[in-house]
């Protein structure tokens, strides 16, 4: 090659370099060995607000303020070392207009012969992913309609409570409230009225307890109060908690007023004493819970201690595992079906409900025995049925002409499910024996069945990924750690828990962290589906804000099979077979 032609490739090259620093994306400043700015791309202009004339030869402290010198000082002393820690470093900067942006800082040392002549940067504004996880992370502990800890946050609070009682020897106490009628309030005013009254019992509770105490709502109208520091003497610290619990009455004898009528606050209140770690958190909450359920029994409206007679409970247990074991012998379980829309209006998916039908008719929802259920042994057996019963069902629409190669399942697998080691190669086994595509599957997994026994059950995901499975994860927000989860796990789909839609049109913060959680979920190319979208308001916010996929008796009620397999033959009717269902499984 000639000197001409090496000239001119030499300077398309330039060119080429040239253009790609002036057209990148990202801010792009050009640094000499004395950190001082040499170049600065039209992105720079635009991120800090300076013109290229503005700012060449300045250091590189001129836009960082002082709550970041100590890390940006950090960077260059890691650069001018030439050690690979300064090629990444994420601080804050300033504008021109003074505003504090949060940064990612992306390096590259510029060598000349082994030595440092200075340093290229591009530079990108991540504030707002920033605040979005934050967001999500504050929302892992506190509730977001009265700014209380939420459930998570009161069992860790209660677990080291049980902690210092072991150690001091001193009682504590769990409190168990449940407003009485409040149903009545939302079905009647609106739950917006509701929401208010909560704001307002919420307050109540703050002024009645002590400065150290612990309230938190834990969903719904129910708020619990950890007590701790009672004295080491049962009698009086029985009269401390006493003394609180009728504060409490009283002051729920306040009339709340809301948009011009007033409502007298009743609540229900189960007390458990406890010293020592005889008890877990969970035993504790329960038995409070259980003591609270006693005075709804008999009127409501005042408060319980809970003891050991209370046998009620235990018969109650005894009762509905028989029944329920009678249930999984006669075949008493089957599936019904929920459409789930796309923002088209379409059916594209569907959850189905496990329903139990008694032998007196009734048709049970899961709600009614899943929690129960799922402590308990039979578990596990109730959803081997349900994935067999998937598989096969699946099986009979493809051979009746209802189901394509390119539909999908989401198959919901309990906690207890991860405890046996050979879940993995069950289903796999099922998969196989049935004849069906891993793709028309999907495993539907909960944030309490990941932080409970991470590892095992990240094996096992894995194990079932490589089958060709994959992974949607359900009830995202409810105070796990939603965005570990995320992190960590190939997920293609994330539920949007009911809570967050209850709450969607009447918190400005619970609206907040639905648009936060839709747009980091779209950043990480995952589908959002809301469920229990009872609402046309509910429906056009998150349509709005960009969810994917709705559901909700505002479209459709759970509906049988046979009912359900005329939908889709329906739904492919009209959109000429272009959408099938995808189906979803939740017991």
């Avoid at 449940?178 to 929401?195: P, S």
């Avoid at 190669?425 to 539907?444: A, C, F, M």
Wanted: charged content about 25%.
């Amino acid at each position: 090659m000639n000197s001409e032609e090496s000239a001119r490739k030499r300077a398309e090259l330039s060119y080429l370099f040239e253009q790609h620093w002036q057209n990148a994306p990202l801010a792009a400043v050009q640094w000499d060995k004395n950190q001082r700015i040499i170049d600065w791309n039209p992105s720079a202009e635009r991120l800090f607000g300076y013109s290229k004339q503005e700012v060449i030869g300045k250091q590189s402290d001129f836009f960082v303020p002082a709550s970041s010198r100590e890390k940006s000082n950090s960077m260059w002393h890691a650069l001018m070392r030439k050690n690979s820690d300064g090629n990444l470093s994420i601080h804050e900067v300033l504008d021109k207009s003074g505003a504090v942006k949060i940064c990612e800082w992306h390096n590259t040392p510029l060598l000349k012969e082994g030595k440092l002549i200075g340093v290229a940067s591009f530079i990108e504004d991540i504030t707002s992913q920033v605040a979005a996880k934050e967001t999500i992370q504050r929302q892992a502990t506190v509730d977001t309609l009265t700014s209380l800890p939420n459930r998570r946050r009161m069992v860790e609070e209660l677990d080291c409570a049980i902690s210092r009682s072991q150690r001091h020897k001193q009682f504590g106490a769990v409190i168990f409230l449940d407003l009485d009628h409040f149903k009545d309030i939302n079905d009647t005013q609106g739950h917006h009225v509701g929401d208010l009254v909560l704001q307002y019992f919420a307050e109540l509770l703050r002024k009645a307890v002590r400065t150290e105490d612990v309230v938190a709502r834990f969903g719904g109208d129910e708020f619990v109060i950890l007590i701790q520091d009672l004295g080491e003497k049962p009698q009086e610290a029985r009269a401390k908690v006493l003394t609180i619990a009728d504060k409490i009455m009283e002051m729920g004898k306040t009339a709340c007023k809301q948009e011009g009528l007033e409502y007298e606050i009743e609540v229900s209140d189960g007390i458990v004493m406890f010293r020592g770690n005889h008890y877990s958190s969970n035993d504790l909450l329960k038995q409070a819970d259980i003591a609270m359920y006693k005075v709804k029994n008999y009127g409501r409206k005042g408060f319980s201690f809970y003891d050991d007679s209370m046998a009620v409970e235990a018969e109650y247990r005894v009762t509905m595992m028989r029944e329920l074991r009678q249930g999984i012998e006669n075949g008493e379980f089957e599936l019904h079906f929920q459409p789930l829309l796309n923002t088209a209006g379409n059916l594209v998916f569907a959850e189905s409900l496990l329903r139990w039908k008694q032998p007196s008719q009734r048709i049970v929802p899961a709600g009614e025995f899943i929690d129960f259920m799922s402590s308990l042994p039979m578990m596990t057996e109730v959803g081997v049925w349900v994935f067999d019963s998937v598989c096969a069902q699946i099986q009979t629409w493809k051979n009746e002409g209802h189901w394509r190669s390119d539909c999908a399942i989401f198959v919901n697998i309990s906690p207890k499910q991860f405890e046996d080691e050979q879940f993995a190669r069950q289903v796999k086994e099922t998969i196989k024996k049935y004849d069906i595509n891993p793709q028309q599957l999907v495993l539907e997994i909960t944030e309490e069945s990941l932080i409970n026994n991470l590892d095992r059950v990240h094996g096992q995901l894995m194990e079932l990924i490589d089958f060709g499975l994959r992974i949607a994860l359900d009830d995202f927000g409810t105070g796990y750690s939603s965005l570990a989860m995320l992190q960590k796990l190939p997920v293609q789909f994330v539920k949007l828990d009911r809570e967050f839609i209850n709450d969607l049109s009447s918190s400005k913060d619970t609206y907040s962290i639905v648009k936060a959680v839709i747009k980091l979920c779209h950043i990480l190319s995952l589908e959002v589906i809301a469920e229990g979208v009872e609402t046309e308001e509910q429906h056009t916010i998150l349509k709005q804000l960009g969810c994917n996929y709705f559901q909700g008796y505002y479209f459709d009620k759970p509906m049988e099979v046979a009912a359900f397999t005329q939908l889709i033959n329906k739904s492919e009717s009209a959109e000429e077979c272009e959408k099938s269902p995808h189906l979803k499984v939740v017991i």
